[in-house]
């Protein structure tokens, strides 16, 4: 099967802490991330994700593989879809900027279609839209959380 890449990136008008800060608060992405439905943050580094994409809900959980404060998540998705993907900060002038890649393979005749279509780096460019809106329209981040995983952990379940 094919694999489909998406990247998308902004520049937020917003200190680096501040904005890696408000990405470390997943439970926060259904305010601007349009598929994301919920998200229940399990631990330090699982998360349990319901999105509705297209009109089909789906449920999975992610682990952070990877997380330096003001730099980098890298995860990875577990269950029926798997995907992985990084989220990098680096400094903009006065702001930052998010750079996002997600890898992934497309199934379904529709999610096929969307990836040669690109609507899926569209989705995400929006949604990066949205996050930079949030964060400067509040003026600072909702949260935040500095600790760094290196590897992929172990799980308990």
């Known amino acids: 099967m094919a694999t489909s890449i998406v990247t998308a990136q902004i520049d ?6 501040a904005v890696y800060d408000q990405w470390t608060q997943f439970e ?4 601007f991330m349009s598929a ?3 998200i229940d943050q399990l631990d330090d580094q ?5 999105v509705n994409v297209g009109g089909v809900e789906r449920e999975f959980d992610a682990t952070i593989t990877d997380q330096v404060p003001d730099d980098h998540i890298s995860w990875a998705s577990h269950g029926e879809k798997v995907h992985t993907g990084r989220v990098s900060f680096l400094p903009a002038g006065d702001g930052t900027r998010v750079s996002l890649e997600m ?3 497309p199934e379904s005749l529709t999610e096929k279609a969307g990836a040669a279509l690109g ?3 569209r ?10 809106e ?4 509040r003026g600072r981040e909702t949260g935040g959380w500095r600790g760094e995983i290196h590897g992929t952990p172990t799980r308990d379940v």
Request: proline share 5%; no cysteine.
């Open 28 to 31: 926060e992405f259904p305010r």
């Open 12 to 17: 937020v008008d917003a200190p680096i802490r």
């Open 134 to 137: 949030f964060i400067e329209e």
């Open 123 to 132: 989705a995400a460019e929006k949604d990066l839209a949205r996050f930079k």
């Open 46 to 50: 699982r998360t349990h994700w319901v």
């Open 36 to 38: 994301v439905e919920r």
């Open 119 to 121: 609507i899926d780096e």
């Open 103 to 105: 890898t992934w393979v």
